[in-house]
């Protein structure tokens, strides 16, 4: 997609656990390695994380860091896959919701994408926020204080928000775009 290495020497976390939807990790994963980021996939425990693909369990992937190793400070940004699984079993590791609660407080960015933005309501960083997500969880983000909108992607000062996999070409985009502008003054937490 992107092949200009517009990201070279930015580290993104990629923050999931198992039942992440594959494709949202696959392909803006690739997206940000073809434009020179360095990703890692950070999970609770280490080992592996295995993916869900549509309607049945996907292939595994090795995770390069357990959370609790890992340093969010030593990230320029952040990725959040959806799957229902996924943020619903992250929400419940308080160590999880601190991760993406650092980069908010940072002023970095992060993408969300499907149903990641539950971990956005969890951290409490969606008030007074313009995002997407995958329609089932609006009330959820409404209730949380997000002015939800059902748009491909939706950028919100330094945050990035699609729906579905659908969205991904989009999303990437506007990943990329994010992360090379750095540190936005106004995401806040």
Not at 4 to 11: A, H, N, R, V, Y
């Amino acid at each position: 997609m992107n092949t200009d290495k517009q990201l070279q020497g930015k580290k993104v976390a990629i923050l999931l656990t198992d039942g992440f939807e594959q494709v949202e990790m696959t392909e803006p994963r690739k997206a940000l390695q073809d434009a020179g980021a360095i990703t890692h996939l950070i999970a609770p425990k280490g080992g592996d994380v295995k993916g869900w693909d549509e309607t049945e369990w996907g292939d595994s992937f090795p995770v390069d860091l357990p959370l609790s190793g890992a340093d969010p400070a030593q990230y320029d940004a952040l990725l959040l896959p959806g799957g229902v699984m996924n943020p619903d079993k992250l929400r419940t590791e308080s160590k999880a919701v601190q991760f993406v609660r650092h980069f908010f407080e940072a002023k970095k960015p992060v993408a969300a994408i499907c149903h990641a933005p539950i971990m956005l309501i969890e951290a409490d960083v969606v008030k007074g926020r313009k995002l997407t997500s995958y329609p089932s969880i609006q009330t959820d983000l409404k209730n949380a204080g997000a002015n939800w909108v059902d748009e491909e992607v939706v950028t919100d000062q330094g945050l990035v928000t699609s729906r579905k996999p659908d969205d991904i070409p989009a999303f990437n985009r506007k990943m990329i775009e994010e992360i090379r502008e750095g540190k936005h003054e106004r995401q806040h937490a």
